[in-house]
């Protein structure tokens, strides 16, 4: 048992590191930097028709900067709250997401000079009678997570007597507001005014707050070299006229809209066959992501609850302990704990994917090995003393007499666990891993087409829920 | 010549209740010991502690010169050489009768899979089944299930065997199929200890009868001696129950 323990402990060790490796030599060897962003921030940031790329005016800006200082550039929309973390924990090189420059990030990021000025405004619903912030007293107001908008809420929220309700992306909480649950929501001016345009039905009312400046971000005292490029890249724009020329592309009167669809793309089966590309990458990843991790936790479980029942109190100990943890962390905790905490301990970065792996292995692990361990003890006391009557070793009597007849015990728990681990995957979103919720977000952020997109994105799910169970129980039927 | 099985003041508690108070026994090679006794005296314990699926508190217990209470000792080797036959068989479900028999040789490297099969028949048909080679354990009667057990004990060419009420799970008219192949088991000379309420069967076989009682060996002599003169209060006691019953 030794023998085959520590070859798949190797196996997944070697697998990590090989992920990790692959990721890592191909920033080094092209010069490409990792830039974060934001999943939607219109017309600053969002996905492309196409949903290939992203565009608007932070990433054009990127991208030509990039093309003047000769380096390449790696997009991830994280959302923005997730680049700043991300960015704080080292795993990317620098978030260009309209953040605003404030003394409180001058703390722990270095900015460029400003690329745009912008500030604060309210909206509120077209037929709203709220006119500035006077009117808010003891009303509720929609705000996003991270923003500069949010801070200032936040601290005018005492004066006003104001209640917020926070989300993580903009179309969100723009739907809070039409939806009337909030009464206002709060974002820089020109993502508001680009919204307006493109059809949220929301007006800007009240004057302009915290005027500020954007700025392009590095984590505190590291990468000189890329603030410096950007620095010099932005002056030559500037200079050229190229700057002018984005910045018009996308607030001029001519501007393109982020949702130009026709009607006839508006229909569940126009949205399924124009986003048909992007919802198939997700979806592939949806998939990578749960038979990688189904793999890995299987394994780890099994290891993890022979572990449990084994005759000795120590592997008893730590197998019940690191169920203990694994089981009782929320899986968001602990994803943000691997992706974000881990790295801004240690300064290594983890690519989103392994991260996620580590993530699910550990928590579905957990919930396995509770399971594999009920299952072997189900199993017959007699069985065990027969075998071992035999003189067959603790090992060989588990493997050939215990385990074939607990595996069978435990096979509707496995089936069970290979569908919440599915699931379980929809919240490695927030770690930014384009896997099917995550892609569902990003185009929705485009589009504004929640109900039919959710329910895409749901019967996507439902359906390969369904090929997994026909799958398993075809398993099972196999086994049986 | 020394014993085959030689316990010393053989102590077992479980927790802080003492099941066996201190026990001696001597078993000569060849030789079939039947152990009886009431409910609860520490039969089963004492038996589970010859192979030690029980650890012992304290004595000791020496099999073939080999100190099992000793923890240099390696206990797969000395399992190996004595079989054990439980009430409740304990067949391996998810395998066949055959692969029951030949799953212990075959793991342990004793002998190929064809040596292995070749001896798992001769069994079978030792033990009148050799049509069941192939039946899963569930489908056998009791009876069935427990020549099977015997069988897959001896596939491991044991010389000791240790009998644990073999036939008291069984219904009444599949006892005599079991108890004759264990009364040609000790005709060919192996060293039984067999514990059971099957007095005919201790009459009839046992070179020594030991009667057990609250944690001790109360009385230990021939059959004759023990079913005709019985010494001790509590053996007559028990006898007369068993035997009037
Ligand atoms: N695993 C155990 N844990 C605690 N106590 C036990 C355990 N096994 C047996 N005992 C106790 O030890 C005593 C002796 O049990 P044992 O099974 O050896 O008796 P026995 O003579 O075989 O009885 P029976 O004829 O009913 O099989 C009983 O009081 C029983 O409750
Ligand atoms: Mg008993």
Not at chain 1, 75 to 91: H, M, R, S, Y
Not at chain 1, 191 to 203: D, P, Q, S, T
Not at chain 1, 320 to 336: D, E, H, M
Not at chain 1, 351 to 364: D, H, K, S, Y
């Amino acid at each position: 048992m030794k023998k085959w323990q520590s070859m798949i402990i190797t196996f997944m060790f070697a697998c990590g590191v090989g992920l990790f490796l692959h990721s890592s030599q191909v920033s080094a060897a092209e010069k490409t930097y990792t830039i974060g962003t934001d999943v939607t921030y219109a017309p600053f940031e969002y996905q492309a028709e196409d949903g290939k790329s992203y565009v608007g005016i932070d990433m054009d800006i990127m991208r030509a900067v990039a093309k003047e200082e000769g380096f390449k550039v790696d997009i991830k929309a994280l959302g923005f709250n997730a680049a700043v973390q991300a960015l704080e924990a080292n795993q990317i090189d620098g978030v260009m997401a309209g953040m605003t420059v404030s003394p409180e990030r001058q703390v722990k990021f270095d900015f460029s000079e400003s690329y745009y000025d912008a500030g604060v405004a309210m909206a509120v619903g077209t037929n709203s009678t709220i006119k500035s912030l006077d009117d808010l007293k003891g009303k509720k107001v929609a705000i996003k997570v991270g923003t500069s908008s949010a801070e200032f809420v936040n601290s005018i929220k005492k004066q006003y007597n104001i209640t917020t309700t926070t989300f993580d992306d903009s179309s969100n909480m723009y739907d809070d507001v039409m939806t009337g649950n909030s009464v206002a929501a709060f974002d820089d001016k020109p993502v508001l005014a680009y919204g307006i345009k493109n059809g949220i039905k929301m007006k800007i009312v009240g004057e302009t707050y915290e005027k500020g400046e954007y700025g392009f971000a590095v984590k505190k005292g590291t990468n000189k070299e890329l603030l410096t490029k950007f620095n010099s890249g932005l002056k030559k724009l500037k200079a050229n006229g190229e700057y002018k020329k984005i910045v018009d592309k996308y607030t001029g009167t001519n501007a393109k809209s982020a949702n130009s669809n026709s009607k006839s793309s508006r229909t569940i089966l126009g949205l399924l066959k124009t986003n048909s590309g992007t919802l198939f990458d997700g979806f592939k990843q949806t998939m990578l992501l749960t038979i990688v991790a189904i793999v890995f936790a299987t394994v780890l479980g099994i290891i993890l609850g022979m572990m449990g029942v084994a005759p000795n109190k120590w592997l008893n100990g730590l197998s019940s302990t690191l169920i203990y943890i694994f089981r009782g962390l929320p899986l968001i905790v602990l994803a943000f704990f691997i992706y974000i905490g881990i790295p801004n301990l240690t300064g290594t970065k983890i690519p989103a994917f392994v991260a996620g792996i580590i993530t699910l292995t550990l928590n579905e692990g957990a919930y396995t090995a509770a399971f594999v361990k009920g299952g072997i003890k189900a199993v017959d006391n007699g069985q065990m003393e027969a075998a071992r009557s035999l003189g067959l070793p603790y090992g060989k009597a588990m493997m050939k007499v215990i385990m074939p007849q607990g595996i069978k015990i435990m096979i509707p728990s496995f089936i069970n666990q290979f569908i919440i681990t599915l699931k379980d995957t929809s919240i490695l979103s927030v770690i930014g891993i384009l896997e099917l919720t995550q892609t569902g977000k990003i185009i929705i952020a485009r589009n504004l087409e929640g109900f039919k997109m959710w329910l895409i994105i749901a019967v996507i799910y439902l359906v390969i829920i369904t090929l997994l169970t026909w799958l398993s129980n075809l398993v099972e039927r196999k086994i049986k | 010549m020394a014993a085959k099985i030689q316990v010393t003041n053989l102590k077992k508690n479980y927790g802080s209740n003492e099941v066996l108070k201190g026990l001696d026994l001597s078993v000569a090679e060849k030789e079939v010991v039947c152990m009886i006794g009431p409910s609860g005296s520490g039969k089963s314990t004492f038996l589970r502690c010859l192979n030690k699926l029980e650890d012992l508190t304290s004595g000791s217990i020496v099999v073939d010169g080999h100190d099992i209470s000793d923890a240099k000792t390696d206990l797969n080797v000395i399992r190996q050489n004595i079989g054990m036959v439980f009430q409740h068989f304990n067949l391996f479900p998810h395998v066949t009768v055959l692969e029951n028999i030949i799953l212990a040789p075959v793991e342990l490297k004793k002998e190929t899979r064809e040596e292995a099969v070749e001896e798992a028949k001769r069994l079978l048909a030792q033990v009148g089944l050799s049509d069941k080679a192939d039946a899963a354990p569930n489908s056998l009667s009791g009876g069935q299930k427990q020549r099977v057990a015997i069988a897959r004990a001896l596939a491991m060419k044991p010389d000791i065997m240790l009998f644990d009420e073999p036939t008291s799970a069984l219904d009444p008219e599949m006892v005599g199929d079991v108890l004759d192949v264990m009364k040609q088991l000790a005709k060919d000379g192996m060293t039984m200890v067999v514990v059971t309420h099957e007095m005919g069967f201790a009459k009839e076989v046992a070179d020594r009868v030991v009667f057990m009682a609250d944690g001790y060996i109360l009385e230990s002599s021939t059959p004759d001696e023990i079913f005709s003169h019985p010494k001790n209060d509590r053996t007559k006691d028990f006898l007369n129950k068993v035997l009037n019953a």
